[in-house]
């Protein structure tokens, strides 16, 4: 079956720095969401992409489509300590774009 | 505009035991998920529900674990009899236009 993976598996940064992650499948993905959960909650919907090629920001947070729609990339500038959680990719693995498989997460610390 | 709600928020049961989680889509949300969160991975889907219709049930361990969603609006999850491997967040989640909103999540610990 369709299978995620995302790097890094976890990262620690200091605040202020800018953060680089990645999510690529083993097929075709015509949607890719991105999820932060925070501890004790639901993972919360951050980007919504669905183009390929397609660049599009949330305040400090910008995500890429892939063009060869196996990647997507996630982008937060200028960390904040609220930034700290744990980040998911998400893609559909039917042609309907209504059910999601889930990446391994990247869990993202940031030093004061 | 409510968020999906699931209640309870935690639940400790011993091996063997059984246990109902609830939830309530956000209005108008015609599609229903729930998907288990081991610690330390990704949600994974146990159940896809669109209106009181099964879309997809493949990963969801039939022997244990039942779900419906009787008035294609609020679901309720039940395992039974829970084993110790069932210790997971029990998340659901709705969608409309693509788009998947979860709620907070049902922790369960199982002894």
């Known amino acids: 079956g369709q299978q995620l993976n995302q790097s890094p598996q976890s990262m620690f940064i200091q605040e202020g720095e800018d953060v680089s992650m990645n999510c690529t499948s083993s097929?075709?993905?015509?949607?890719w969401l991105w999820y932060k959960q925070d501890p004790g909650e639901g993972p919360v919907l951050l980007i919504a992409l669905y183009k390929a090629g397609e660049l599009t920001s949330n305040g400090r947070l910008t995500a890429q489509f892939g063009i060869t729609r196996k990647d997507s990339f996630l982008n937060i500038s200028a960390s904040i300590p609220s930034d700290v959680g744990i980040y998911f990719c998400?893609?559909?693995?039917?042609?309907?774009?209504?059910?999601?498989?889930f990446g391994p997460g990247t869990r993202l610390s940031v030093l004061p | 505009e409510a968020g999906v709600a699931q209640s309870p928020r935690y639940k400790i049961i011993e091996k063997r035991q059984s246990v109902a989680f609830w939830c309530n889509p956000i209005?108008?949300?015609?599609?229903l998920y729930w998907y288990q969160q081991i610690l330390g991975q990704g949600p994974k889907l146990l159940i896809q529900f669109q209106n009181n219709g099964v879309v997809d049930d493949s990963q969801l361990p039939k022997d244990r674990f039942s779900a419906e969603r009787l008035k294609g609006v609020d679901s309720t999850l039940k395992i039974q009899p829970a084993k110790l491997e069932d210790s997971a967040v029990y998340l659901c989640a709705s969608s409309h236009w693509g788009e998947l909103f979860f709620g907070e999540g049902s922790r369960l610990t199982v002894l």
């Open positions: 209005s108008g949300h015609a599609t």
């Open positions: 998400a893609g559909p693995r039917d042609n309907y774009g209504q059910n999601f498989v």
């Open positions: 097929s075709i993905f015509n949607t």
